[in-house]
């Protein structure tokens, strides 16, 4: 972890921050990254007295950061638990009834094809084999995968919910499911180790999971490090007995790049919002012209996304005095003001994509093998044939009767949510540009029409020139071109060649959670600067009005850090750490009542919309 700039953690609700807010913040901020190596970054629990109800079918990204992020419980429905509980009976039939099953009467991976036992798994002599393999195999899981520890609880957090919602769907015995609901709602969050997954089957940070589950490791529990046995006697809870195939069913998912996913999702909104408001304080300050946003100019070309975008911004513009005749505004803006809305909307497209396909991935099975309760060779022609009848379980005392397919497959390759990952950042990237490109053009009196000097006397003591904030977005723009480099394709023939693919999805989403940070940083030099010439806007002509939305940003920035110099107590704070905590501390929907309106909907989508929490710390900041 690096301390490249300081990152502040909202956990608090939002409202618009006061010069004594940001400057609280902002040595608290100072206090997290004080010390050397990676500080523990435990959550802060508002959201303790909520409780999320899992379904499997309907868990959306706000509720994740909310368990993840503030602390909310968990419990499952009725229909949750019985659909997991049936899936461990089938499987528990299918040994009974000979059928071989991938990862359990079998191995996995190279040794797929070896017996692990034969007949019936509640037997005496096979019960007892297997609490005993399971019981060594979630022992060993506390000193798997590769470090760094992860430093953040809410990605731990993010991880087990995922993986308890998506875990309804598996053969998970029913102490196992208890057992993680039990450390999301004790606050008993595992030591996991960042590294040790290819992104494709995120084994090694489950498998630290199973470790704490039966006692052996580390864990935090409320924040503080001790043993996990401490822990759980502590909470008043049992070590983890495990049995059946509870090591699969539990490490046989991509739930720690997910988590991360879906806090990407969350925070990625947040920063494309003010990406878009801090745009229309740019129009303003540029005295722009906004034909290229009006509806004919969007009616020739229909493309969804640019076309709710330029709306949007005008909607934030409704009432400025670009909407007046001035005959010193020119025609046409500089590309980067006047295409701005483009790149924008492509970018909310990329980020739309990414989160329906999240919402797939946290709603379903991700596992090998498949359990399907229920499915019939005459379901379909592929079934009722001598290759597919051999997993067909017929049903029994195990399985209450209930009948089914068990199969092993490839669904633990993430490769839908992996690739929109990576094509959200190049488009996040491809913003970036516009934006740092529209803070250089305001040195151009050409563009602007004036230049500040006409109106203030000197530029020592002014905040947010457009010379600063131009040399700030370069810099960091260099950052965020690496960033938006793909990762590499690559296939390692591993485990005697069988898993030969690698997704790389924990790369994947640790750069683009990475990217979403340095945009926040960037759109932070933005808003400094395009305050800045709202300044020098009213300087110019004092009647001028920016409209309702842009002003009350204005208004309340410079509140957090006033134009004149000596007017802040707190001035000696570095101006941009002021804007970027500003950027963090008050949601879009603050200062803009639609912000939760989005393409062909009234409001929010399910799963992320304008009820964004704020950011949190990026994994490697």
């Known amino acids: 972890m690096t301390n490249r700039a300081l990152r502040v953690k909202r956990t608090q609700p939002l409202r618009v921050a006061s010069c004594a807010t940001v400057a609280a913040l902002l040595m608290l901020s100072g206090a997290a990254w004080a010390g050397a190596g990676a500080p523990y970054h435990a959550i802060t629990p508002s959201l303790a007295q909520r409780t999320i109800v899992l379904t499997g079918h309907d868990l959306t990204v706000e509720q994740i950061v909310e368990v993840a992020r503030f602390g909310a419980k968990v419990a499952l429905t009725p229909e949750a638990r019985q659909r997991s509980a049936d899936a461990y009976g089938l499987l528990l039939e299918a040994a009974a009834e000979g059928v071989p099953v991938y990862w359990f009467n079998r191995g996995s991976g190279a040794g797929r094809q070896k017996v692990i036992f034969a007949g019936d798994a509640l037997a005496p002599e096979n019960k007892a084999a297997l609490e005993e393999r399971q019981l060594a195999i979630f022992r060993r899981g506390a000193r798997a995968g590769m470090g760094p520890e992860i430093s953040d609880e809410e990605i731990v957090r993010a991880m087990l919910v995922v993986r308890a919602n998506t875990m309804t769907y598996e053969a998970a015995s029913p102490p196992l499911m208890e057992m993680l609901l039990d450390l ?39 924040g503080e490090r001790v043993a996990a046995a401490a822990a759980l006697a502590r909470a008043g809870l049992k070590p983890l007995a495990p049995f059946a195939a509870d090591d699969s069913a539990l490490e046989s998912s991509n739930a720690y790049s997910t988590g991360q996913a879906a806090l990407l999702v969350n925070d990625a909104r947040y920063a494309l919002a003010w990406s878009d408001l801090i745009y229309a304080i740019d129009l303003n300050g540029m005295n722009s012209s906004i ?159 004036m230049a500040p000097k006409e109106y203030v006397d000197g530029e020592p003591g002014r905040f947010g020139t457009a010379q600063g904030s131009g040399l700030a977005a370069s810099a960091m723009m260099q950052e965020i071109q690496g960033l938006a480099v793909p990762v590499a394709p690559e296939g390692n023939a591993l485990i005697q060649t ?16 990475l990217a ?102 990026a994994a490697g900041k």
Request: hydrophobic content about 40%.
């Open 184 to 222: 999301l709602n004790d606050r008993i969050t595992p030591v996991v180790q960042s590294r040790g997954t290819v992104g494709e089957g995120d084994l090694g940070p489950l498998t630290n999971v199973a470790g704490a589950m039966v006692g052996a490791g580390e864990v935090y529990y409320n």
């Open 291 to 449: 034909t290229p946003l009006s509806a004919p100019v969007q009616a020739n070309r229909p493309f969804k996304w640019l076309n709710w975008n330029a709306a949007r911004i005008l909607d934030m513009l409704r009432g400025s005095y670009l909407f007046d005749e001035d005959p010193s505004r020119i025609i046409q803006d500089p590309e980067s003001l006047r295409a701005s809305s483009i790149r924008a909307g492509s970018a909310w497209q990329a980020w739309a994509l990414l989160r329906d396909e999240l919402l797939i991935q946290i709603n379903s099975s991700d596992h090998n093998p498949a359990v399907r309760v229920g499915a019939s060779p005459a379901d379909s022609w592929e079934l009722d044939t001598p290759q597919m009848r051999q997993f067909y379980v017929k049903g029994g005392p195990r399985s209450h009767g209930l009948h089914g397919f068990i199969l092993s497959n490839a669904n633990w390759d993430p490769y839908p949510l992996a690739n929109d990952i990576e094509a959200f950042t190049l488009a996040l990237a491809n913003l970036d540009v516009a934006v740092a490109q529209r803070i250089n053009r305001f040195s151009n009196t050409f563009f602007t029409g």
């Open 516 to 617: 979403v940070d340095d945009t926040i940083e960037l759109l932070a030099e933005d808003l400094l600067s395009g305050c800045y010439w709202l300044d020098m806007r009213k300087e110019q002509q004092p009647a001028r009005s920016f409209g309702p939305v842009t002003s009350a940003v204005w208004v309340a920035f410079r509140d957090a850090l006033p134009f004149k110099e000596g007017a802040d107590p707190h001035s000696m704070h570095p101006i941009h750490e002021v804007a970027a905590t500003f950027i963090r501390a008050n949601a879009v929907a603050s200062f803009y009542a639609n912000d939760a309106s989005e393409p062909d909907s009234g409001g929010a989508r399910s799963g992320a919309g304008g009820k964004t929490a704020p950011p949190g710390r």
């Open 498 to 513: 069988v898993e030969d693919l690698q997704s790389q999805t924990r790369l994947k989403v640790t750069r683009a959670r």
